[in-house]
């Protein structure tokens, strides 16, 4: 019969199946854990799949929406014949300027306080995500984590809403936005739109209602104090005493700090800057109706919607009314009839609230009104009595 074959070394050969030597039999562990991991694997690829089919069609549907209207609109001046303003119109105090027109020294600075990366980012900031998850995984509420981008699509576009679902559309907009406007474009619209508060809407009515100023000349530390003011405009407005001041100060140096990091003004500079905070003039208080050229504003709001102008249009519309009223000439009505309602009150010993002076000079060969007053405040009083029917008397001299 067939002798045994031996190896080299003598010993018998494994007979049998070829294949790996010392290979232990799978266990029946092993293999439930095996099927686990193969199972895990499919479910993450499923996970993954979906998930950026979900961000893609996401992504593909998302369009950009048209504009909340009221950020759209522009104040309206009303300006006496010669130029000067009269008054104003608006739903909200607004100006806007184009891209070249803005300050670099205000592009800077609120790029340093809201987006250091803004430059140079997808619309959106990652780590600010990660942070806005992190409390809300913890309990918090939701949180921004925002870009420059993606703050003026929550204005402009969306609302001020904290849900999940308004947030994931923000970040596709952003993101698309992103992709599809200059990012020059971008910062010129969050800075005609973002608000500063004391009513002021965009850089230009900020200028006006913090320095008294047109934005154009906004300095760095005007420019770093508007950048840090739009943060929490009621927390850091220099007029609300003492601690608003204490903060400002803290949220500008950190814009300052901002500035040097991205190399718009040297340490030297900011040394010198961050020892306090620049001057605040006097502001003269608004009131858009307030006193006897309410009347005449409303006069001019009338025959505008007479004219066939919508409310949108006069309250918004960003126009340039120039009246027929004479500033020099209105100020002396104004002088003389208050002069003499003084004096009909002494002579009458009333209230001078009880006597009604009114005036109106007109060009006879126009028609147009160079003056006219109708009361001493449209405000406390919106009648106005120099075209409120009444007996003239002896009063009324051709």
């Known amino acids: 019969m067939a002798e045994a074959r031996r190896s080299k070394n003598g010993k018998p050969a494994s007979g049998g199946k070829p294949g790996k030597r010392g290979r232990k039999p799978r266990t029946r562990f092993g293999r439930i854990m095996r099927r686990i991991g193969l199972t895990a694997l499919i479910a993450f690829l499923a996970v993954t799949v979906l998930g950026s089919a979900a961000v893609i069609i996401g992504y593909n549907t998302t369009d950009i929406p048209d504009p909340n209207a009221d950020f759209q609109t522009n104040t309206t001046f009303v300006q006496y014949r010669d130029g000067s303003q009269l008054g104003s119109f608006a739903v909200q105090n607004r100006q806007s300027l184009e891209y070249e027109e803005m300050p670099q020294t205000m592009k800077d600075a609120v790029i340093a306080a809201e987006n250091r990366s803004f430059w140079t980012d997808p619309g959106i900031s990652v780590p600010g995500m990660i942070r806005a998850a992190w409390a809300i995984a913890t309990g918090g509420e939701m949180q921004g984590g925002s870009t420059i981008t993606q703050q003026y699509i929550k204005i402009m576009y969306l609302d001020s809403e904290r849900t999940m679902s308004r947030k994931i ?52 530390p ?73 009347f005449l504003l409303n006069m001019v709001q009338t025959e505008l919607a007479a004219k066939g102008f919508d409310e949108a249009q006069i309250q918004g519309g960003g126009l340039t009314i120039v009246t027929t009223i004479d500033k020099p000439s209105q100020d002396a009505a104004v002088e003389t009839a208050q002069k003499y309602e003084r004096e009909a009150a002494e002579a009458a010993d009333q209230p001078v609230e009880g006597i009604h002076a009114s005036i109106a000079s007109v060009d006879v060969e126009t028609g147009e009104i160079r003056a006219l007053y109708g009361g001493p405040d449209f405000v406390s009083n919106s009648r106005n009595w120099a075209t409120t029917p009444r007996m003239a008397a002896s009063a009324f001299k051709a």
């Open 222 to 294: 005007q420019a770093a104090v508007l950048a840090s003011v739009l943060n929490n405009p009621g927390m850091f407005d220099p007029s609300g005493g003492e601690e608003n001041r204490e903060r400002l100060l803290e949220r500008y140096r950190y814009v300052l700090d901002g500035m040097v990091e991205l190399g718009t003004i040297t340490a030297a500079e900011r040394d010198e800057y961050a020892k306090d905070l620049p001057e605040f003039p006097e502001i003269p208080i608004n009131e858009r109706y307030g006193g006897p050229n309410g």
């Open 169 to 220: 559309r923000e970040l596709f907009l952003a993101v698309k936005m992103n992709r599809e406007v200059p990012k020059e474009d971008i910062l010129e619209g969050y800075l005609n739109t973002i608000y500063f508060g004391r009513g002021a809407y965009g850089i230009q009515a900020a200028a006006k209602s913090f320095f008294n100023i047109d934005a154009a000349e906004l300095n760095v």
